[in-house]
């Protein structure tokens, strides 16, 4: 929803409420100049970043015991030939043959050897992780424009930057599933950066562009007696190096995933190659778990034997009985990594004690990860936190096709777990939240909308949405509505509650008339199934007014503000947070149809209550202070404007970061303070990389582009500048990007005529 609450954060989802971030008392900030007033919100461009070189982002995967040199492939990717033909090369082979190994090989070189100043590994299985790793790479590196508001905006800054800049990168794109989520973000061809791809995917797609394919398979017979050799010898245990391995290595396919679960299960039953190679073949439930028609690679049936024979010797070590319901939530999750800390929830605890029949702890449940990690069927690595437990992809499907636990249970548990750690404090992208996000999106499908597991879906989307990442949240959001359309009904109330949240991404989009026409629905269908006064009645109502708000009908969100503050305050009471919210939204519309004196009052008392029921320093009362602020600008009380400015520009760079949005509104609230105060160069230069940094983040449809060009022109306009006010308002009025009725635009048409006139 549009307004400032923040989501509750319950098990449940129906009443829950929506996440809201209303820009009118909460998130509001303008500049008055004469006669035009129009909001801002300004993506502040702050002094470069000191960056320490080298720097990498991403994590790699471990590196895997006795990795072999393959020394021919090695040799080219090293030595592709002169720097200014340098190909991009595509690792293409099946699953566990090492594609990501190499790979890896070749960032962990480029770091040791300083051959890279920047090394990124980006996990390539769909666009957001693309546009999450390339808009982090951005910020590390301190490409210029980088502000964190945008992700996808980032992302492309960041491409610039690898087309531009002298020092020397290397990007790793790992496990590419489709070509398409690469198109516009493959890195350029250029003399000091390297471009590594690994994928199974064989599409004409993958090359040209100067991108050669380089054909991984399994290793040569010598490769795999080499790594047995070197596996068993580095645990101390030549002595299983006998007659079978040569035998053991073919009928293993010499695939390097199959030969490591060997090599693991051997070390730790202390068994032969020979021994070893006769319970393989004895292994009769192949069929039973990798049926021939989903074997693409050719690699899964060694995998799922091997895996079997792992699962039972880890299933009868301590702690007894865990390991299958264990690999089987690890393989429901991303494949590149979940946190550690997951497996200490009380969720996991539940749905482990109910697998084995008895109370389970969550050291145990550890222990189960670790014993997993011996045989290989997983990576257990703390130090590397949020991705802390990674699985190979091949092996996650093998258990998934062996039906270790019922498909529902391990889902519920995941998505139960999941929530557990999910920081209530999630207003940026940090490499814990971004994991959790993949991981539930790893999770999603239709288990998921059980009543167990839905609520974790929700809590993704409200992510995207607090973090202000309307683009990817208006995607993530339609998806949501047509699967809960499908799944549950068009008038159930989850699907309500979807609508509504598909309305705030639309309304930070800045897509005013869709907001209008998604919340406009919501109402009435909350109306029909509540009825007129329950509390997501009501909350839908300050909603639907920060739409019409933000479309200039401020009149018609007045008339709702109201009637919402009159019905929480007799149904929920004075100090419910709900209350708070719809006298925050009324002093916002009381701000805008230019009634200031109450305005200030219900603001100051918004404030206060915030603070109470919060704290001086949660987001809300931030917001809060920004927008009373804007009140205090338009009722002359500049230097309490300018005050309350400042403490809101430390708070918000404090608490939520120097680059997120609330920060970035905070800073525009204070150019607009220090314009009243008479410091206009500022305000001029502030709008002048406003202006820009809004048409390259949103383009010039955009409310908020138009709203900061009007705003820029008066302030040329009040400079004497009036030739470059004239310029910029022809470039509003040429745009015609919104509907020619909505108030801004009328506003530029008509000082255009009136410059225009006075020359």
Known sequence: MIGDRKAPRTATVTGSGDARADRGGVANSGIIIGDVRTEFHEHHHHAPRVVTWPVQVGMPPASASAFQPRREVRDRLVNGGPSETRPAWVL???????????????????LDERTADLVAWVTASSPEQIVTTYARAAARVGAPGADGDDPAADAAVFCEWLHTT?????????????????????????????????????????????????EIGVFSPDESEAYLTERLTEAGCADLLDEGAPGLAAALGHLPLALSHAAAYMIDQAIGCAEYLGLYTRAARVAEVMPVDSDADGYGRPVAVTLLLALDAADAAEPAGLARPVLALAAALDPDGHPDQLWRTAAVAGYLSGCAGRPVTGDEARRAVRALHRYGLLTHTPADGPRAVRIHALTARAAREAGLVDPATVVQAAAAALLEVWPDADHTTTDLVDALRTNATALAGDLLWAPGGRALLYRAGASLLESRLHAAAVTYWQRMVDDATRLLGDEHPDTVTAHAKLGSSLWQAGRTAETIAVLERVVADRVRLFGDEHPDTISARVDLAGGYRQAGRTADALVIDEKVVDDATRLLGEEHPDTVSARASLGSSLWQVGRTGEAVAVLERVVADRVRLFGDEHPDTLRARIGLAACYRQAGRTADAVALDEKAVGDAARLLGDEHPDTMIARAGLASSYWEAGRRAEAVGILERLVADRVRLFGDEHPDTISARVGLAACYRESGRTADAIAVLEKVVNEEALDDRHPTVVAAVDLLRQWRAEG
């Open 92 to 110: 293409a082979g099946g699953g566990g043959v090492g594609k990501s190994q190499l790979a890896a090989w070749l960032a962990r070189r480029a």
């Open 166 to 214: 002298d020092r020397s990168w290397l990007i790793v794109l790992d496990d590419v599933d489709d070509p398409g989520h690469l198109a516009g973000w493959w890195p350029p061809r250029r003399p000091r950066g390297a471009i590594v791809a690994t994928t199974r995917r064989h599409d004409a797609a993958l090359t040209g562009s100067g991108r050669q394919r380089i």
